[in-house]
């Protein structure tokens, strides 16, 4: 996928966890930033960063923020592109053979699930999951705790017991990563709950993207090592 009008800059500061000051052609500019995680280790002072300008002449901030280098390497940080990522790889690549139905968030229980597929007389709800965290080649998740990531692999095994498939996809904005894990410093809950989840059945899988200037797509998978 592809995002339009990109604007190089770098990154000054974070007043908070929805803007950035962003110095672009020498002159500062308050942006959005479309990750409310905290991705310290993406946001350093100086960093390059390109954004997407919007087409919304009514918005109070022109820029969203949507890609950083990290140490040469580009990193795309926007939270919201996972989920169209996925639906557009499952559909370019029949990774669901014989799909007669696709849906972007569907509700099962008290949560709404990122996508749900029919295929082949099987119903499957899956659950799409940014990662923007990166440490020694490792891949991590959360970078922050998340009671609604726990919430969704509960409410994922649940579903099962009424006969769907049950999937998570870690999508792994960025290249270089050589196995994602559940990030157990930063939340252990996560790591058991995930574990557990797999061995229920839920499908556990993650795919790193290849990044470019404007551009992101799903590459290749990645083992997911507990």
């Known amino acids: 996928m592809q995002y339009s009008k990109i604007k190089e800059g770098y990154f000054i500061n974070r007043p908070n966890r929805f803007i950035a000051d962003i110095e672009i052609d020498g002159k500062t500019e308050r942006c959005h930033v479309k990750n ?22 009514s918005r109070k901030t022109r820029y969203d923020l949507v890609q950083v280098y990290k140490q040469g ?19 370019k690549t029949k990774y669901f053979p014989e799909i007669t139905h696709i849906q972007m968030e569907k509700t099962y229980g ?32 959360p ?10 692999i509960r409410e994922l095994q649940s579903c099962m017991e009424e006969g769907y498939e049950a999937w998570i996809f870690f999508v792994i904005q960025m290249k270089g990563v050589e196995s994602f894990t559940p990030n157990w410093e930063r939340q252990p809950e996560f790591g058991r709950e995930l574990y557990e989840a797999r061995e ?27």
């Open 143 to 152: 970078d922050a705790p998340t009671q609604r990531g726990l919430k969704h």
């Open 110 to 141: 008290s949560s709404r699930f990122d996508l749900y597929v029919e295929y082949q007389g099987k119903k499957a709800f899956i659950e799409v999951k940014g990662v923007t965290l990166e440490k020694e080649g490792k891949a991590l998740f």
């Open 36 to 57: 409310t995680g905290r991705c310290r280790e993406l946001l350093i002072p100086g960093a390059k960063v390109l954004l997407e300008e919007s087409s919304n002449p």
């Open 73 to 91: 390497n580009l990193v795309n940080m926007d939270s919201q592109m996972p989920n169209y990522l996925v639906r557009e790889w499952i559909e």
């Open 200 to 226: 229920a059945g839920v499908h556990v899988e993650a795919w790193d993207c290849m990044v470019k200037p404007g551009e992101i797509y799903i590459d290749q998978k990645v083992p997911v090592v507990f």
